[in-house]
């Protein structure tokens, strides 16, 4: 996928854990949207746990974060409740939102290939357009380095 710097950041609508979500009402304010595999997986816990730590943080950078998985909204809001993940959850089933932002890739799980979330992270500015990706993720400090990024932006 080439990449999508500096044009505006694809839009969407979908069902989230608050209800319909789109991208057009967070105009005016930086968006993180970050895409992760699974609900309730190590790695995806602790991602969500760290992001949710900062989010007082990203808050004072006028920025809003936003999870997305292919798990469904009863899966998203039993992870929410058990993690007290203070922000939403898109349940993209349908895998929209994804192929808009070309995070699922084929990957090799226990020797099978699988198709998939590649964890993946996106900063848009106040403005929707896209200013920085981060993709092939690997959680240790990642939060971090997006809010230093979130702020950067100001």
């Given amino acids: 996928m080439t990449t999508l710097i500096g044009k505006p950041a694809p839009l969407f609508t979908a069902e989230s854990t608050i209800g319909p979500i789109s991208l057009e009402q967070c105009q005016g304010r930086a968006v993180v949207l970050y895409f992760y595999p699974k609900d309730n997986t190590p790695g995806c816990t602790t991602e969500s746990q760290n992001f949710r730590d900062l989010h007082p943080e990203f808050l004072d950078a006028s920025t809003v974060v936003i999870g997305v998985s292919r798990d469904s909204l009863k899966s998203h809001q039993n992870f929410q409740g058990k993690y007290e993940l203070p922000f939403p959850l898109i349940a993209d089933t349908d895998e ?33 357009r896209l200013v920085q990706e981060w993709r092939g993720v690997k959680v240790p400090n990642h939060a971090n380095e997006v809010l230093q990024a979130a702020r950067s932006i100001g």
């Avoid at 929209?96 to 998939?116: D, E, H, S």
């Fill in 96 to 128: 929209t939102v994804c192929n808009l932002y070309g995070v699922i890739k084929q990957k090799n799980m226990y020797g099978k290939q699988v198709r998939g979330i590649e964890r993946s992270t996106f900063l848009i500015d106040a403005y929707g």
